[in-house]
């Protein structure tokens, strides 16, 4: 109950500051309870404060990100995301994956509560489609190097075609781009 509080003081304190706080950027807290059965399986990392939720096709938008986006918070947002994982050691983040909003959704303009106010059901499609593609679902946890292994061994440019189909940053191209460069 004490964590609880704790947890809710400080999301209150975060919404009425005006600057973007760390926990603006990476999204809510997440406790997670882990017994050492699941370290000695594999299946489960330990957990980190430091991890990153994403919806299954925000994987391929990191990829092709370049400082564009629905309002000013949601790029310093993605932007703070893009350059942890880009950066030293970012290829060693955590990622869990979502089945709503996540990390990156923490700053859209079109967020509603754990859903996309935008166009959830377009949204879903990319999820599922990418989902699929990299043999992803709710819950997996992988590092951005696996994320990038996986994008690199499962997504060739008609699978880019088919599940990126209907996403308005597509035709700008930068995703594809992104791609082929992941490959060389």
Not at 65 to 75: L, N, R
Request: net charge positive.
């Amino acid at each position: 109950m004490i964590i609880k509080q704790a947890l809710m003081l400080g999301l209150m304190a975060s919404m009425m500051s005006p600057a973007l706080t760390s926990r603006e950027l990476y999204g809510p807290v997440k406790l997670v309870r882990v017994t050492m059965a699941h370290y000695s399986t594999g299946k489960v990392r330990k957990p980190m404060d430091n991890a990153i939720t994403y919806r299954p096709h925000h994987f391929m938008c990191t990829l092709g990100f370049e400082g564009k986006g629905y309002s000013s918070d949601f790029v310093k947002n993605f932007q703070a995301i893009a350059d942890r994982l880009r950066g030293q050691g970012g290829d060693d983040v955590v990622i869990i994956v979502a089945e709503a909003t996540d990390s990156i959704c923490g700053a859209c303009p079109h967020k509603r509560d754990k859903l996309c106010g935008s166009d959830e059901e377009k949204i879903q499609r990319l999820d599922a489609g990418h989902a699929a593609a990299l043999g992803l679902k709710a819950g997996d946890q992988l590092t951005w190097s696996e994320a990038k292994r996986r994008i690199a061994a499962r997504i060739d440019e008609e699978t880019f075609d088919r599940i990126c189909a209907g996403c308005s940053w597509k035709e700008l191209g930068v995703c594809l781009t992104a791609l082929r460069k992941l490959k060389d």
